[in-house]
């Protein structure tokens, strides 16, 4: 699969991001589509499988690094730093009777739309599209093949 290079633009900065996409030979991954991105040559994140934007959820911590704390925008969430999963969640994984989804759907539910005192961690969800969150990040974009 050939590897495809973004020039991204904002504020004056200029950024080259790669995207290397491949097959997944590993034992439990086995044909899973792969994508990893680079930015100016250093690797910044992969994902892998199918069904979703692979290269906007690639890039998607990077971008994490771009939020300015005024953002608003769909596919943000602001999280708090200090959040612990409540005792009932981890007691009913003890237990046996949860496994894991309990656990992200309170991690989501205690999370904001807005950034607050306490919610000061953005959260970029990638699958939500490479274009929209670029757009929504305020870069000018230019692919270069």
Same mark, same amino acid.
Not at 9 to 27: D, H, L, Q
């Given at each position: 699969?050939?590897?495809?290079?973004?020039?991204?633009?904002?504020?004056? *900065?200029?950024?080259?991001?790669?995207?290397?996409?491949?097959? &997944?030979r590993?034992?439990n991954? !086995?044909?899973?589509n792969?994508?990893t991105?680079?930015?100016?040559?250093? /690797?910044?994140?992969?994902?892998?499988g199918?069904g979703?934007?692979?290269?906007?959820?690639?890039?998607?911590?990077?971008?994490?690094t771009?939020v300015k704390?005024t953002d608003e925008? @769909?596919?943000?969430t602001?999280?708090?730093p200090? !959040? /612990?999963?409540?005792?009932?969640?981890?007691? =009913?994984?003890?237990?046996?009777? @949860?496994?894991?989804?309990?656990?992200?759907q309170?991690? !989501?539910?205690?999370?904001?739309s807005? =950034?607050? *005192? =306490?919610?000061?961690?953005? =959260?970029?969800?990638?699958?939500?599209?490479? &274009?929209?969150?670029?757009?929504?990040?305020?870069?000018?974009?230019?692919?270069?093949?």
């Amino acid at each position: 699969m050939a590897n495809k290079l973004l020039k991204l633009t904002r504020n004056g *900065k200029t950024y080259v991001v790669e995207f290397r996409s491949s097959i &997944s030979r590993a034992r439990n991954t !086995y044909g899973y589509n792969v994508v990893t991105a680079s930015v100016d040559g250093v /690797k910044v994140g992969g994902a892998n499988g199918g069904g979703y934007d692979l290269q906007g959820a690639a890039l998607s911590g990077w971008l994490e690094t771009q939020v300015k704390k005024t953002d608003e925008f @769909s596919g943000l969430t602001w999280h708090d730093p200090n !959040y /612990k999963t409540p005792k009932k969640v981890v007691d =009913r994984e003890k237990a046996g009777k @949860s496994f894991g989804l309990e656990r992200y759907q309170a991690f !989501y539910a205690a999370s904001s739309s807005k =950034r607050t *005192k =306490r919610h000061t961690m953005p =959260r970029i969800e990638g699958a939500t599209g490479l &274009s929209h969150l670029l757009n929504a990040l305020g870069f000018e974009t230019q692919w270069l093949n």
